[in-house]
Nanobody, 120 residues
Framework: QVQLVESGGGLVQTGGSLRLSCAAS????????MGWYRQTPGKQREPVAI???????SYADSVKGRFTISRDNAENTMYLQMNSLKPEDTAVYYCAAGSLTRNGPQYDYWGQGTRVTVSS
């Protein structure tokens, strides 16, 4: 059983930057897919970014050009660099790890979330 722990959230002004980390208790080498999601009150959790074991990345349209997902298998950590933050980026951010299927990523492990607040 792998545990994921997010960190790096906080309060930042519009236009600022944050770097989220997702540290795994075990090796992430076998996870074909790792991703970041976010959720605001009253809304469904939405995908933000995904990275595969081969380094392929994909982003939600709302964050393209501003966010960068990366992973360090040696450190068992995934990151989300968030630049040019906007108030609408305010949410609880969750990391997830799992595998790729024909229907898309299947996440088996989730972190507890880290809160990001962007003030206007």
């Amino acid at each position: 059983q792998v545990q994921l722990v997010e960190s790096g959230g906080g309060l930042v002004q519009t236009g600022g930057s944050l770097r989220l980390s997702c540290a795994a208790s075990g090796s992430i080498f076998s996870f074909n897919a790792m991703g970041w999601y976010r959720q605001t009150p009253g809304k469904q959790r939405e995908p933000v970014a995904i990275i595969t074991s081969g380094g392929y990345t994909s982003y939600a349209d709302s964050v393209k050009g501003r966010f960068t997902i990366s992973r360090d298998n040696a450190e068992n950590t995934m990151y989300l660099q968030m630049n040019s933050l906007k108030p609408e980026d305010t949410a609880v951010y969750y990391c997830a790890a799992g595998s790729l299927t024909r229907n898309g990523p299947q996440y088996d492990y989730w972190g507890q979330g880290t809160r990001v607040t962007v003030s206007s």
